[in-house]
């Protein structure tokens, strides 16, 4: 691994050495250092799927903070004149272009509005998963011993909890669920997995010659772990994360649909799913649309995962 | 009712609550299955299981209130066409000179499933024991009325007495019943099934029994496969006008409404008793002439509650206000459109197909109109807060209409409104009981017995038991007071006739529309026809060879 990280190491190794003598290039080949990231970048602008996702999921992140670019409506705008009327494709963009639902609803305007629930409470996840179960792992990889033996405990007690009946059971026990909720009530559950990843892969880093020189020339612990460790066994928990976001949202759309997620009057997918449930038999259009939208995001997230990964993963190459 | 909870609130759109019979009838379908009848037919009826046993006077739910209506015959019971006319069944006769003595006259060679006669011993013992506290009967409030029940029923501690010193038996078949105050609509309040008589041999075990019920009624038992279904029998020597002209019965327990929709859709059973909401778009034509509407006598109402800040009570404004949200409501849209032509508006406080109902008493307030709605909530000061929660129960299929009424009071008045869901039925309950619904709730309410009295006197009188809203009102009250005091039925309906009326002006709820039965058959059975509960009227399905 310490090939993949040279601009990383070689950082704190030259302040020592600072005056004068100048690092050696560590591959006289290449003029340039070239570290990981930019390696993976570049792979990463050549790869489709990366390109195709990562536009999807721009577009997704500006719908979710303007919806009203998109939209005049809002979605709790109701007439029911319009209860259950058919798409007009040729009208696009505007309320009538994807339908009306059981509540006269613009359909169109739901799934606009429905996209910042989903994406805050998928990437709000995502983050909180990253920073608690990152930290935790890594303080269990590098000190090993009882802490390693603790923490790890406690990951297998919540590895044990099956992560949908675990959010059911959690989110059942409140009286209203707001967006915040149902974040925690997710992290709590998802951690373990970037924990064991994490603790993995700083196993395998500190055991590596420039943590040992770091070690060697006196740095503190703190500085080990977030200037030499954390950057060099970050790479596989990034993979996990953005693979996982796909995965939140999907269960926040499946808690919403059980009834135990969101709530109206909030606006999400797997609300406007839960009801529309029924009406299936006489108006498809309105499960059909929310329901292609949630599968898109989340196939952009695991696309966007995917890529990441191949770029990053020294095995795949 | 005192010392009874929460009688029968409705838990379901479709309706959950077990109540009184009604009997006749002449509309919904008649058609559908055609060819010869075969009088020896047995069809198959879908049901759930019933929650706990078979005794009569401990069932509340609707499947074992199916079952107990095929075993049991009451003294009396009524028609459902509106008139109410008595007609009576075991009795030959029920009659009072002062509304508060009641004499009852059994007809004679009436006999249990299992050859002994139904005699006047039959039916006091029977109430004795369901009244009495230590036998934990869930219908035990029905004797409320009976001088002594206070002495086999106390709201604190052990029972005094085994009888309510009201109950006598002067003959075979003859009996007195005193009441603790008039009423003059008592012998109605008989046609439940918790007033059923039971044969000496319940008393060795009545949990056996339960089991395995022998009942006076057009039908007897024959067995109960737990969770599969319960077969009943026609019983040939039964003497009542309500003679089965099937030759018998099985209640197949479907654990969804959906599959039950499914079974008879497919000929797999032959009658289903309510739609399930998912199919309500589509069943008539999935059925055609073999779909059913049928009237019933219940009302859905948004409760408001009277101990928060936002609701005063005998304040003019404050109930203008009231009177403003109600006119916001787009009934007609809602009833035809989200609840797909199953219910019909509402426009007064009592519901339909009993005596003393009323149409058009709320007049205008029914009506709906955005302008003036908002009109007279600006004139009348705005409502506290500017936002309303309507309370209701998640398990009941009522979130599609509670959101629209919300959409119609947030758009046409500005005031905010937000559905309340809680899970169940239960927490619903509770939440009401304890006294915490923020703003109103969610009140369906299906008759006990067809008199106007039922709709008012156990919502909205003080301190009244299922008056959860805590209503009250000393001009109701003494209108109230009035009809209870009155000479004759007459007087009692016409007195609550004008209570409905001074209602109006206070509404202590928000009437929004009547029930009715949606149901279906298939093609082996017709005559399918419905009480006023949504109960079939089982003796009367015609099986087709």
């Known amino acids: 691994m310490p090939d993949l990280t040279k601009t990383e190491e070689t950082e704190p190794v030259k302040a020592p050495v600072a005056e004068g003598a100048p690092v050696p290039p560590a591959d006289p080949a290449v003029g340039k250092p070239r570290s990981l990231w930019s390696d993976a970048w570049s792979d990463l602008r050549r790869s489709p799927m990366f390109i195709i996702s990562s536009a999807m999921i721009l577009l997704l992140l500006v719908i979710a903070a303007f919806p009203g670019w998109f939209t005049s409506l809002s979605p709790r705008d109701s007439d029911m004149a319009l209860y259950l009327q058919k798409p007009q494709f040729g009208a696009f963009f505007s309320p009538e272009w994807l339908g009306y639902d059981g509540q006269g609803y613009s359909v169109y305007t739901r799934l606009i509005h429905g996209a910042r629930n989903s994406i805050l409470i998928g990437v709000s996840v995502t983050v909180l998963v990253t920073f608690v179960g990152g930290l935790l792992g890594m303080l269990a990889g590098y000190f090993g011993g009882w802490v390693d033996t603790v923490i790890s405990r406690i990951t297998d007690v919540f590895l044990g909890l099956p992560f949908l009946l675990g959010a059911m059971v959690i989110l059942v026990s409140f009286e209203t669920r707001a967006v915040y909720v149902i974040v925690l009530a997710l992290a709590v559950l998802g951690w373990t997995l970037v924990a064991r990843v994490m603790r993995g892969s700083v196993i395998t880093v500190k055991q590596a010659d420039y943590v040992m020189a770091a070690k060697a020339l006196g740095a503190s612990t703190t500085r080990i772990l977030f200037r030499h460790v954390l950057p060099n066994a970050v790479t596989p928990v990034i993979v996990v994360a953005t693979i996982a976001l796909g995965g939140y949202i999907s269960a926040e759309a499946t808690l919403s649909f059980l009834g135990i997620g969101l709530a109206p009057p909030a606006v999400s997918w797997g609300v406007d799913i839960n009801t529309a449930k029924d009406l299936l038999r006489n108006a498809p259009h309105v499960l059909l649309w929310p329901g292609l939208m949630l599968s898109f995001t989340i196939l952009a997230f695991i696309m966007f995962g995917e890529a990441v990964r191949n770029a990053l993963d020294p095995k795949l190459r | ?545």
């Open chain 2, 1 to 545: 009712m005192r010392g009874a909870k929460s009688a029968k609130w409705v838990a379901s759109a479709i309706v959950v609550a077990l109540a009184a019979t009604a009997c006749g009838g002449n509309d919904s379908s008649n058609d559908g299955g055609k060819g010869e009848v075969d009088p020896n037919g047995v069809f198959r009826l879908t049901n759930s299981e019933p929650q706990g046993n078979l005794q009569p006077a401990n069932s509340r739910d609707t499947a074992s209130g199916q079952v107990i209506k095929g075993l049991f015959s009451q003294l009396v019971d009524y028609k459902k066409d509106g008139s109410a006319e008595l007609v009576y069944v075991n009795a030959e006769s029920v009659e009072t000179e002062d509304n508060r003595t009641w004499t009852v006259k059994l007809k004679k060679g009436w006999k249990f499933h299992d050859g002994e006669e139904v005699t006047s011993k039959s039916f006091v013992d029977a109430w004795n024991w369901a009244a009495n506290i230590d036998n934990n009967q869930q219908n035990s409030y029905w004797f409320a009325d009976i001088k002594g029940y206070e002495d086999v029923h106390p709201s604190k501690g052990k029972p005094k007495a085994k009888e309510m010193s009201g109950l006598k038996v002067v003959d075979d078949h003859t009996f007195t019943i005193e009441l603790t105050e008039p009423v003059t609509y008592f012998n109605y309040k008989l046609a439940y099934s918790a007033w059923s008589p039971l044969p000496s041999k319940f008393y060795d075990d009545p949990k056996a029994y339960g089991d395995k019920p022998v009942g006076n009624g057009p039908y007897k038992f024959v067995s109960w496969e737990r969770k599969k279904k319960i077969t009943l029998e026609r019983y040939d020597e039964y003497q009542g006008p309500d003679k089965a002209e099937n030759g018998g019965v099985e209640l197949v327990v479907y654990n969804t409404l959906e599959a039950q929709y499914q079974a008879v859709a497919s000929e797999k059973a032959d009658v289903i008793t309510q739609i399930p909401p998912r199919d309500l778009p589509k069943y008539r034509q999935d059925f055609g002439d073999r779909a059913i509407d049928a009237p019933m006598a219940g009302v859905q109402s948004i409760v408001p509650v009277f101990y928060g800040d936002q609701w005063k009570l005998g304040d003019e404004k404050n109930a203008k206000l009231r009177q403003g949200l109600s006119m916001a409501i787009d009934r007609k849209t809602i009833t035809d459109k989200v609840l797909n032509g199953s219910r019909v508006p509402a426009t007064g406080f009592v519901g339909p197909n009993v005596l003393g109902f009323q149409e058009g008493v709320l007049g205008e307030v029914a009506e709906y109109n955005p302008e003036k709605a908002k009109k007279t909530i600006e004139d009348a000061g705005g409502v506290p807060g500017n936002k309303v929660h309507i309370q209701y129960n998640a398990d009941g299929g009522h979130k599609e209409w509670v959101e629209a009424v919300c959409n119609n009071i947030r758009q046409n008045t500005g005031v905010e409104c937000i559905p309340d869901a809680k899970v169940d039925f239960q927490t619903d309950l509770n939440t009401r009981d304890a006294k915490k619904v923020k703003s109103m709730y969610r009140g369906g309410w299906v008759l006990d017995y067809p008199v106007n009295v039922n709709f008012m006197r156990e919502l909205y009188e003080t301190g009244a038991d299922s008056n959860t809203g805590f209503f009250s009102s000393k001009k109701v009250d003494e209108l109230f007071k009035k009809g209870d005091s009155a000479a004759d039925l007459d007087g009692t309906v016409k007195a609550y006739q004008d209570a409905e009326k001074e209602l109006v002006k206070e509404m202590p709820a928000i009437p929004l529309w009547y029930y009715s039965t949606q149901a279906a058959h298939s093609k082996k059975v017709n005559n399918v026809e419905f009480d006023l509960a949504n109960f079939l009227l089982m003796h009367k399905v015609k099986v087709v060879k």
